[in-house]
């Protein structure tokens, strides 16, 4: 088992790195190791990123070991979630607050003002979405540490110019796992394979185009899921075209046409919240390997990806009250979340010009990897011819690890998949 083999590593060395590529089950590797450390008396510190994610942590952890006392570490005006209202769960804002906790949960940013107190254990979620500062700021409060995060995803990012720091060792936008292996190259690494997430339409395209190093295979067959609706479609039209080919293929390609237009292109925004709608009219039974008899595919189940967050507010706006829970948020918010089916604002689509931002393969790579049966991708014509305009020339700096895979190269290999499932929008 591969957690027995992390933590035999772990016991002997200052850190572990586990990678996992999307649905691999990062959250319960996470959630195991933890149990067992506390299991054996320890004291242990987890880091993540968010609120989300922490609250998720909490969660998870309470039901996988309900005889362990946890702690979550807050900030001041932090309102605890259902999520953490656990027994043996407590809230508080210093350390000194939870001194009866085995496993004391927070987010980077808040363990980052954490001066005192120390403990034996850590585990680092969503590891390579850490930055390297508070790597920096956060490690002396532990002596050794697991981190777990998936390598193709969104790197750390930063609202301020960061080119004065390009090239230097201690340049706080690497990701806390590139800065540690880059010091300490003799630390283990391992990786784990399978996506449970990720249908098997799906995880051979995903891992070609942003893992082309190590790969990993779907947890399921192709007779494990399917997807279906409950209603045909009268007299049929694009949408339920659409729909027809990413349950039938687990994606689709629906294209608007070519027109360069303001990033939140009305047009798109629409097409893809009637895309929502018309799958919540049309009634999707998704079966999978968790539900054989088939379960309904509801609004929580829907997901909106976006490369803005104006573009997500343009979705919502256009999707009414009537859609209920469906999810419309950009890639950074969705990262580690999970939906039976996924509608993506393509980011290149209406564009003028491919910025890095929006070439960017980890945010590719969030929005074509949150679905369990299909994906469909809504985008202008043209991109394909706006690729090719702007070929990857990004600058190379000194001292800077070359970052694989290419985000001209994983946006090409995903186009070309697209193009076998593209449906024309009509006139």
């Known amino acids: 088992m591969i957690l027995d083999a992390v933590l035999a590593d772990l016991a002997g060395r200052r850190g572990v790195v586990v990678d996992s590529p999307p649905g691999a089950g990062k959250s319960t590797l996470v959630t195991q190791a933890a149990g067992r450390l506390a299991a054996d008396r320890e004291r242990v510190m987890i880091v993540a990123q968010t609120n989300e994610q922490v609250d998720d942590l909490v969660d998870r952890i309470a039901r996988h070991a309900p005889a362990v006392t946890i702690g979550r570490l807050s900030a001041g005006g932090y309102q605890p979630t259902a999520r953490v209202a656990h027994p043996t769960v407590t809230v508080g804002q210093k350390v000194a607050d939870l001194a009866g906790a085995t496993i004391t949960i927070a987010t980077a940013a808040k363990w980052a003002t954490i001066r005192e107190g120390s ?45 004065r720091w390009t090239g230097l060792t201690w340049d706080p936008l690497q990701s806390a796992v590139a800065v540690m292996l880059r010091h300490n190259p003799d630390l283990p690494v391992h990786r784990l394979p399978v996506s449970w997430r990720l249908p098997v339409t799906a995880a051979p395209v995903v891992a070609e185009a942003f893992y082309p190093f190590t790969g990993f295979e779907a947890g399921s067959t192709a007779a494990d899921r399917s997807l279906s609706f409950s209603t045909r479609a009268l007299g049929a039209g694009p949408l339920d075209d659409v729909l027809a080919m990413a349950a039938q293929t687990g994606w689709a390609h629906y294209e608007l046409p070519a027109r360069h ?78 939906y039976d089916v996924t509608i993506v604002l393509h980011p290149l689509s209406g564009r003028r010009d491919a910025t890095a931002f929006h070439l960017e393969s980890g945010r590719l790579c969030v929005l074509a990897s949150r679905h369990r049966q299909a994906c469909v991708v809504v985008g ?39 193009a076998e499932h593209r449906i024309e929008a009509r006139r």
């Open 119 to 163: 403990w034996p254990w850590a585990i680092v979620d969503e590891a390579y979405q850490m930055r390297s500062d508070m790597l920096l700021r956060v490690a002396p409060r532990f002596e050794r540490a697991l981190f777990v995060g998936d390598p193709g995803q969104l790197d750390p990012f930063s609202t301020v110019d960061i080119d």
């Open 261 to 338: 237009t303001l990033r939140t292109d009305a047009e798109a925004a629409a097409a893809c919240a009637a895309l929502a709608t018309r799958l919540l009219q049309r009634g999707a039974v998704a079966v999978s390997e968790r539900e054989r008899d088939g379960a309904p595919v509801t609004a929580a189940r829907i997901a909106i990806g976006t490369a803005h967050r104006d573009q997500a507010a343009a979705v919502r706006a256009m999707l009414g009250p009537a859609a209920g829970e469906v999810t419309v948020d950009t890639a950074n918010r969705l990262q580690g979340r999970e």
């Open 380 to 418: 202008r014509a043209g991109i394909a011819e706006l690729l090719d305009a702007h070929p990857s020339a990004e600058p190379v700096h000194l001292d800077v690890p070359v970052k694989f895979p290419d985000g001209w190269e994983a946006n090409q290999a995903i186009l070309a998949k697209l």
